[in-house]
């Protein structure tokens, strides 16, 4: 492979901007994958899938979209102006089929004609869950559909949100041919489609945490494989500690690691190579970390507490909720420091003059702080070991 197919390939195998597209470049989530596939073939259950910013969560709906065999499948991405007749009218857009009806009169020819489920949908003036689940009940059993709503999370309208749980429910006990997939970001189901009790039997939730330690390395071992590329097992270790579990930043560091590697037509990703990925992922890292970085490390002097305090911050091991303690806080900061300080005042970086880098938790003895964008604690590694 010459250089020139490597760089037109090493867009495919490491994306950190665009979600992956072919689940020939997809590695991980192996488990995810699963438990919608197991939602699918069970009668009259839908899935929604949830999580953080920044966990792979549209990548893992395109891979649903070309990955499933033997059903039909249609992805709609939300945005904020949709609501429910929207919505359907652009799933049933891309779904034709043929009517034929007998012509009138005797021996006359059969009429073919093509339908447009898209017209179907214009056609209804207040359009209801009913409506929607009589027209896929028209395609019969043997028609499979898996209908995924990518960025659900963009929808606001309580009403909207209210209609698709209307339409999971009725589905689950009116069709046995279509499958609902709801895709977003939010910390629980409700946040997404609000408290619905009476969809806990046929909504299977999954959610989409950050990345286990193996998952990170098959995203690495695999690509660079692709690539004709090898890596320092201390460096692939230090990429999967940087990257905190966010596919977005293996790609982002992987990816700028071997160009660099491709371009001088070297095949080893070893320590340089790792500090010039970093220092350009860096540089096309979103503004918006970038931006309230610098708000909270900023001083009138030359003190570098507020740095420290937010490495401290960042290489404090979290819980189920990504969050951390103070003790972790003061623990990390003495060590990098090599001091005994206690004048920390950690609730300055939840403040908007620090950055809102931070949210807390709980109070008093439970008090516990949590990044407020969850990719803000990678970000903060990087930075540190920047150069």
Known sequence: ??????????????????????????????????????????????????????VGKTSL??????SYT?????????????????????????????????????????????????NQISNIVNLRASHVVNLLNLFGNDFKMLFI???FDNIINEKTRSSFADLIKSLSDNNTN??????GIADNIESLIGNHQSLERCLKQVKMPTMKKEECEE??????????????????????????????????????????????????FSEPYLTIAINKGIENTSEQLRISFRKAILASNSSNKWKHLLYSCANCEIDEFNSFTITDVVKNYNLLTKSNSKNYNLNQLTTESRGEILFKLGKGMSTRYAFKNPMMRAFVKLKMNSQ
């Open 1 to 54: 492979m010459d250089k020139s197919t490597k760089l037109l390939l090493l867009n495919q195998v490491f994306s950190p901007i665009m979600p992956i597209q072919e689940k020939d470049f997809f590695f991980g989530r192996i488990t995810q994958l699963q438990k919608v596939a197991e939602a699918i073939n069970e009668r009259g259950q839908h899935a929604i899938l949830y999580g953080e910013r920044g």
């Open 61 to 66: 709906a395109n891979i649903m979209f070309s």
């Open 70 to 118: 033997n059903l039909y499948p249609v992805k709609i991405t939300c945005d904020r102006q949709d609501n429910f007749k929207t919505l359907w009218e652009r799933a049933f857009e891309s779904i034709q089929f043929s009517k034929t009806t007998a012509g009138i009169g005797f021996k006359s020819d059969k009429i073919t004609e093509i339908v447009d489920m898209g």
């Open 149 to 151: 709503f990518d960025e």
């Open 178 to 183: 279509s499958t609902v997939v709801l895709v």
């Open 219 to 268: 995203i690495i071992n695999n690509g660079l494989k692709i690539l004709g590329l090898k890596i320092d097992k201390t460096v692939r270790n230090k990429i999967v500690e940087f990257s905190s579990g966010f596919p977005h930043y293996v790609h982002l560091i992987c990816k700028y690691g071997s160009k660099e590697l491709i371009e001088n037509e070297k095949t080893n």
